[in-house]
Protein backbone atom coordinates (compact mmCIF):
# COMPACT_ATOMS: atom_id res chain seq x y z
CA UNK A 1 0.00 0.00 0.00
CA UNK A 2 2.99 2.35 0.61
CA UNK A 3 5.79 1.36 -1.54
CA UNK A 4 8.52 3.72 -2.47
CA UNK A 5 6.69 5.97 0.16
CA UNK A 6 8.86 8.11 2.81
CA UNK A 7 7.59 8.47 6.12
CA UNK A 8 9.01 10.60 9.23
CA UNK A 9 8.17 8.51 12.38
CA UNK A 10 8.50 9.90 16.11
CA UNK A 11 8.92 7.93 19.12
CA UNK A 12 8.95 4.16 17.23
CA UNK A 13 11.49 2.98 19.14
CA UNK A 14 8.59 1.00 21.40
CA UNK A 15 4.93 0.81 22.18
CA UNK A 16 2.29 1.99 19.38
CA UNK A 17 5.23 3.95 17.83
CA UNK A 18 7.48 0.60 16.95
CA UNK A 19 4.11 -1.17 16.08
CA UNK A 20 3.22 1.71 13.41
CA UNK A 21 7.15 1.59 11.80
CA UNK A 22 6.95 -2.23 11.87
CA UNK A 23 3.42 -2.06 9.59
CA UNK A 24 4.71 0.43 7.53
CA UNK A 25 7.44 -0.64 6.60
CA UNK A 26 5.44 -4.38 5.83
CA UNK A 27 3.51 -2.12 3.39
CA UNK A 28 6.51 -1.07 1.44
CA UNK A 29 7.53 2.28 3.21
CA UNK A 30 10.98 3.75 3.49
CA UNK A 31 11.07 5.44 7.43
CA UNK A 32 13.41 7.57 9.13
CA UNK A 33 12.84 6.68 12.53
CA UNK A 34 13.23 9.18 15.14
CA UNK A 35 13.58 8.29 18.55
CA UNK A 36 15.13 9.44 22.09
CA UNK A 37 17.30 6.42 22.50
CA UNK A 38 18.83 3.65 19.65
CA UNK A 39 19.84 0.42 21.10
CA UNK A 40 21.05 -2.89 19.85
CA UNK A 41 17.68 -4.80 19.55
CA UNK A 42 16.38 -1.48 17.95
CA UNK A 43 18.87 -1.68 15.17
CA UNK A 44 18.11 -5.41 14.78
CA UNK A 45 15.00 -5.00 14.40
CA UNK A 46 15.41 -2.42 11.88
CA UNK A 47 18.11 -4.81 9.64
CA UNK A 48 15.35 -7.30 9.61
CA UNK A 49 12.50 -5.17 8.56
CA UNK A 50 14.96 -3.69 5.51
CA UNK A 51 15.98 -7.34 4.87
CA UNK A 52 12.23 -8.80 4.76
CA UNK A 53 10.37 -5.86 3.05
CA UNK A 54 13.22 -4.39 0.75
CA UNK A 55 12.51 -0.97 2.47
CA UNK A 56 15.18 1.62 3.74
CA UNK A 57 14.82 2.66 7.52
CA UNK A 58 17.22 4.96 9.00
CA UNK A 59 17.53 5.07 13.03
CA UNK A 60 17.73 8.86 14.10
CA UNK A 61 18.84 9.60 17.46
CA UNK A 62 17.28 13.14 18.59
CA UNK A 63 15.83 14.99 21.65
CA UNK A 64 12.95 16.33 20.71
CA UNK A 65 12.99 18.71 23.54
CA UNK A 66 16.29 20.10 21.81
CA UNK A 67 15.05 22.71 19.90
CA UNK A 68 18.30 23.24 17.76
CA UNK A 69 18.87 19.59 17.88
CA UNK A 70 15.89 19.13 16.51
CA UNK A 71 15.57 21.65 13.23
CA UNK A 72 19.22 20.56 12.49
CA UNK A 73 17.91 16.87 12.30
CA UNK A 74 15.18 18.05 10.25
CA UNK A 75 17.64 19.82 8.31
CA UNK A 76 19.42 17.07 7.12
CA UNK A 77 16.25 15.04 6.42
CA UNK A 78 15.34 17.83 4.20
CA UNK A 79 19.02 17.92 2.79
CA UNK A 80 18.68 14.33 1.69
CA UNK A 81 16.06 15.56 -1.49
CA UNK A 82 13.55 12.78 -1.27
CA UNK A 83 9.71 13.28 -0.65
CA UNK A 84 8.74 13.42 2.43
CA UNK A 85 5.39 11.77 1.67
CA UNK A 86 4.20 11.58 5.41
CA UNK A 87 4.70 12.52 8.77
CA UNK A 88 3.56 10.64 12.07
CA UNK A 89 4.13 12.84 14.85
CA UNK A 90 3.75 9.56 17.66
CA UNK A 91 6.09 10.83 20.84
CA UNK A 92 4.70 11.86 23.99
CA UNK A 93 4.73 11.44 27.16
CA UNK A 94 1.85 10.83 30.16
CA UNK A 95 1.55 12.59 33.30
CA UNK A 96 -1.32 11.75 35.88
CA UNK A 97 -1.91 13.74 39.11
CA UNK A 98 -4.31 16.34 40.52
CA UNK A 99 -3.60 19.68 39.44
CA UNK A 100 -2.85 20.84 43.60
CA UNK A 101 -0.30 17.89 42.94
CA UNK A 102 1.86 19.15 39.76
CA UNK A 103 3.91 21.11 39.12
CA UNK A 104 4.11 24.03 36.46
CA UNK A 105 7.78 22.77 34.88
CA UNK A 106 5.86 19.33 34.75
CA UNK A 107 2.97 21.21 33.37
CA UNK A 108 5.41 23.00 30.77
CA UNK A 109 7.40 19.18 30.26
CA UNK A 110 4.05 17.77 28.98
CA UNK A 111 2.73 20.43 26.70
CA UNK A 112 6.54 20.59 25.25
CA UNK A 113 6.80 17.67 23.96
CA UNK A 114 2.48 16.66 23.18
CA UNK A 115 2.03 20.33 21.25
CA UNK A 116 4.53 22.23 20.77
CA UNK A 117 7.18 19.83 19.21
CA UNK A 118 5.21 18.14 17.21
CA UNK A 119 3.57 22.07 15.94
CA UNK A 120 7.92 22.40 15.18
CA UNK A 121 7.78 19.07 13.24
CA UNK A 122 5.10 20.53 11.30
CA UNK A 123 5.88 23.58 10.71
CA UNK A 124 8.77 22.57 8.91
CA UNK A 125 7.70 19.84 6.66
CA UNK A 126 4.96 21.33 6.16
CA UNK A 127 6.80 23.49 4.21
CA UNK A 128 8.28 20.60 1.45
CA UNK A 129 4.94 18.72 1.13
CA UNK A 130 3.44 22.32 0.56
CA UNK A 131 6.13 22.81 -2.50
CA UNK A 132 5.29 18.85 -3.42
CA UNK A 133 1.14 19.41 -3.19
CA UNK A 134 0.83 16.57 -1.40
CA UNK A 135 1.26 15.15 1.96
CA UNK A 136 -0.16 13.06 4.76
CA UNK A 137 0.42 14.37 8.43
CA UNK A 138 -0.83 12.24 11.26
CA UNK A 139 -1.17 13.70 14.76
CA UNK A 140 -1.41 11.09 17.69
CA UNK A 141 -3.92 12.23 20.23
CA UNK A 142 -5.91 10.58 22.78
CA UNK A 143 -9.09 10.20 24.23
CA UNK A 144 -7.74 11.78 27.32
CA UNK A 145 -8.32 15.51 25.23
CA UNK A 146 -11.75 14.50 24.37
CA UNK A 147 -13.09 13.33 27.81
CA UNK A 148 -12.32 15.29 31.17
CA UNK A 149 -10.82 12.99 34.16
CA UNK A 150 -9.87 13.76 37.49
CA UNK A 151 -6.20 13.97 37.49
CA UNK A 152 -5.72 14.21 33.61
CA UNK A 153 -5.53 18.25 33.48
CA UNK A 154 -2.05 18.44 32.35
CA UNK A 155 -2.03 15.24 29.96
CA UNK A 156 -5.62 15.94 28.69
CA UNK A 157 -4.84 19.49 27.73
CA UNK A 158 -1.97 18.94 25.93
CA UNK A 159 -3.75 16.49 23.67
CA UNK A 160 -6.86 18.50 23.11
CA UNK A 161 -4.50 21.50 22.09
CA UNK A 162 -3.23 18.36 19.69
CA UNK A 163 -6.29 18.06 18.58
CA UNK A 164 -7.15 21.55 18.13
CA UNK A 165 -4.33 22.32 15.60
CA UNK A 166 -4.74 19.02 14.02
CA UNK A 167 -8.44 20.30 12.90
CA UNK A 168 -6.76 24.14 12.28
CA UNK A 169 -3.83 23.06 10.10
CA UNK A 170 -6.60 20.50 8.19
CA UNK A 171 -7.50 23.82 7.05
CA UNK A 172 -4.78 25.69 6.29
CA UNK A 173 -3.02 22.80 4.23
CA UNK A 174 -5.58 21.35 2.75
CA UNK A 175 -5.46 23.52 -0.66
CA UNK A 176 -1.86 22.13 -0.54
CA UNK A 177 -3.50 18.41 -0.97
CA UNK A 178 -2.26 18.00 2.44
CA UNK A 179 -4.49 16.02 4.63
CA UNK A 180 -4.16 16.32 8.68
CA UNK A 181 -6.09 14.16 10.87
CA UNK A 182 -5.31 12.95 14.39
CA UNK A 183 -6.04 9.50 16.24
CA UNK A 184 -7.25 9.25 19.85
CA UNK A 185 -6.47 6.12 21.14
CA UNK A 186 -8.28 4.55 24.15
CA UNK A 187 -6.53 2.29 26.55
CA UNK A 188 -3.91 0.16 24.72
CA UNK A 189 -1.85 -2.47 25.76
CA UNK A 190 1.42 -0.79 26.42
CA UNK A 191 4.74 -0.44 28.64
CA UNK A 192 2.73 3.02 29.97
CA UNK A 193 -0.88 0.72 30.96
CA UNK A 194 1.74 -2.17 32.33
CA UNK A 195 2.08 -0.59 35.55
CA UNK A 196 -1.96 0.14 35.95
CA UNK A 197 -3.18 -1.79 38.99
CA UNK A 198 -5.55 -4.67 38.71
CA UNK A 199 -8.83 -2.61 39.65
CA UNK A 200 -7.99 0.24 37.34
CA UNK A 201 -7.93 -2.53 34.49
CA UNK A 202 -10.71 -4.02 35.33
CA UNK A 203 -12.58 -0.20 35.54
CA UNK A 204 -11.53 0.19 31.76
CA UNK A 205 -12.65 -3.07 30.43
CA UNK A 206 -16.36 -2.79 32.51
CA UNK A 207 -16.72 0.68 30.86
CA UNK A 208 -15.07 -0.21 27.43
CA UNK A 209 -18.43 -1.64 24.64
CA UNK A 210 -16.13 -4.82 23.39
CA UNK A 211 -14.90 -5.64 27.12
CA UNK A 212 -11.24 -5.49 26.01
CA UNK A 213 -8.50 -3.21 26.17
CA UNK A 214 -7.03 -2.15 22.68
CA UNK A 215 -3.70 -3.88 21.25
CA UNK A 216 -1.04 -2.04 19.59
CA UNK A 217 -1.71 -3.24 16.21
CA UNK A 218 -4.88 -1.91 16.59
CA UNK A 219 -3.79 1.79 16.82
CA UNK A 220 -1.21 1.30 13.71
CA UNK A 221 -3.80 -0.36 11.21
CA UNK A 222 -5.60 2.62 11.47
CA UNK A 223 -2.61 4.87 10.80
CA UNK A 224 -2.11 2.37 7.91
CA UNK A 225 -5.21 3.18 6.40
CA UNK A 226 -4.96 6.92 7.05
CA UNK A 227 -1.66 6.48 5.07
CA UNK A 228 -3.67 5.26 2.03
CA UNK A 229 -5.40 6.08 -1.13
CA UNK A 230 -8.20 4.83 0.64
CA UNK A 231 -8.51 7.82 2.87
CA UNK A 232 -7.82 10.05 0.17
CA UNK A 233 -10.93 12.43 1.25
CA UNK A 234 -10.66 11.84 5.34
CA UNK A 235 -9.18 15.26 6.35
CA UNK A 236 -9.25 17.29 9.76
CA UNK A 237 -10.75 14.32 11.93
CA UNK A 238 -10.26 12.84 14.89
CA UNK A 239 -10.76 9.05 14.98
CA UNK A 240 -11.23 7.40 18.38
CA UNK A 241 -9.77 3.95 18.57
CA UNK A 242 -11.22 3.01 22.04
CA UNK A 243 -13.18 0.06 21.74
CA UNK A 244 -16.02 1.65 22.25
CA UNK A 245 -16.07 3.69 25.90
Known amino acids: MLRNKNVLITGCNRGIGLSIMRLLAEHGANIWAC ?130 ATQGLAKELGAFNIRVNAIAPGAVKTEMTAGYSEDKIKKIIAETALHRMGDMIDIANVVLFLCSKEASFINGQVIKVDGGR
Open 35 to 164: CRTINDAFLEDISELERIYDVSIKAIQVELTDSILLARTLDAIIAEKRSIDILINNAGITATALLQQTSMEEIRKVFDINYFVPLAIIKKISKIMIRQRDGIIINMASVAGIEHQPGRVAYGSSKAALIW
